[in-house]
């Protein structure tokens, strides 16, 4: 069995908390049903300005739901991760990793375990809107922002809030054993998902930097043509180079990462709000090939375009 703390910091993210529990009660419930040894022993730590000092004793493994919804720009997340509580979190997760646990957290609680300096050198993930604070504030660690969970053992990390369905699956599939992390799924009507990329809105995180910004106005004017890499970075006056690390930077793609999230943000919308036939939806957003189009959508989505298409 494996014993696992949650630790709550105060005004976390409910949903976060309570996905956390619940998945870890289901895998109970299964093995129970099975016949076979409880999983996970859990115990629950909440941190806030009136919490008693707590310390985590034993523990295999220790878990921080997100931070909660009051995190929305770089001043709010920089306040809370220097609260008492958060203070108090770090120094937990620092001790529980140095006596041999687990750590894992989701969504803007990736944050905290950056702040322990636990996650350098390592890879991690985070919430995609947040991906370019991440990488200002912590270079040192390798973010994969379009993974929803990446499980660099003995540290997981997963995206955006309700990546904690995955992260929680990850785990019960590390500590537990892939059948019942399946078993899980199932009985929770999860599906298996891998990356945050058909989420991402390309044009928020442009936003942030106004030479990419101009990029983004720029391909959406002239997608329907193809052109090269070397005249979207001259359109915006930087040098191909530049205009890679600008990119990396605001928005964790490569350039042609870059135009193509936008080729298939405009072919999705079309799908969804036209009739027009995929072969001209592919047209309009520069892929000369109906393939092509066809197979980045499956590629990122799981789906066909077909899928898109509004109900009759």
Not at 219 to 225: D, F, H, K, L
Not at 230 to 233: C, D, H, K, N, T
């Given at each position: 069995m494996t014993r696992v703390t949650v630790v709550e910091i105060e005004g976390c993210l409910a949903s976060g908390a309570a996905i956390t529990h619940d998945v870890m009660a289901t895998a109970n419930q299964i093995s129970k049903t099975a016949k076979r040894a409880l999983a996970f022993d859990v115990t629950t730590v909440r941190l806030g300005r009136r919490r008693k000092q707590e310390r985590l004793r034993g523990a295999d493994l220790v878990i921080v739901p997100g931070l909660g919804l009051g995190v929305a720009s770089a001043d709010e997340l920089d306040a809370?991760?220097?609260?008492?509580?958060?203070r108090r979190a770090c120094d937990m997760l620092i001790q529980s990793f140095e006596a041999g646990a687990a750590l894992a957290a989701a969504c803007a609680s990736t944050f905290l375990l950056a702040e322990t300096g636990l996650l350098d050198g390592r890879r991690a993930t985070t919430t995609w809107w947040l991906g370019p604070l991440f990488r200002e504030r912590y270079p040192t660690v390798e973010l994969t922002s379009d993974r929803i969970v990446v499980a660099d053992w003995p540290i997981a990390t997963g995206g955006a809030a309700m990546a904690q369905m995955d992260l929680m699956l990850a785990i019960v599939g590390?500590?537990?054993?892939p059948k019942l992390a399946s078993a899980c799924a199932n009985y929770l009507l999860l599906d298996e998902r891998r990356s945050q990329v058909p989420f991402m809105a390309i044009n928020y995180l442009a936003s942030q930097d106004p030479k990419i910004a101009r990029a983004e106005k720029w391909?959406?004017?002239?997608?329907?043509?193809d052109f090269a890499i070397?005249?979207?970075?001259e359109a915006v006056?930087?040098?191909?180079?530049?205009?890679?690390?600008?990119?990396?930077a605001?928005?964790?793609?490569?350039?042609?990462?870059?135009?193509?999230?936008?080729?298939?943000?405009?072919?999705?919308?079309l799908l969804e709000t036209t009739r027009l036939?995929?072969?001209?939806?592919?047209?309009?957003?520069?892929?000369?090939?109906?393939?092509?189009?066809?197979?980045l959508i499956r590629r990122d989505t799981k789906h066909s375009p077909g899928h898109f298409r509004p109900a009759a």
């Open positions: 809370k991760l220097k609260s008492p509580a958060c590390k500590f537990a054993g391909v959406r004017e002239n997608i329907a043509r070397e005249e979207l970075a006056a930087l040098a191909p180079r530049t205009f890679a690390r600008r990119i990396a605001t928005c964790g793609v490569s350039p042609i990462q870059f135009v193509q999230r936008i080729r298939l943000e405009t072919a999705r919308y036939p995929v072969d001209q939806i592919s047209r309009q957003v520069g892929y000369a090939e109906p393939s092509t189009l066809r197979r």
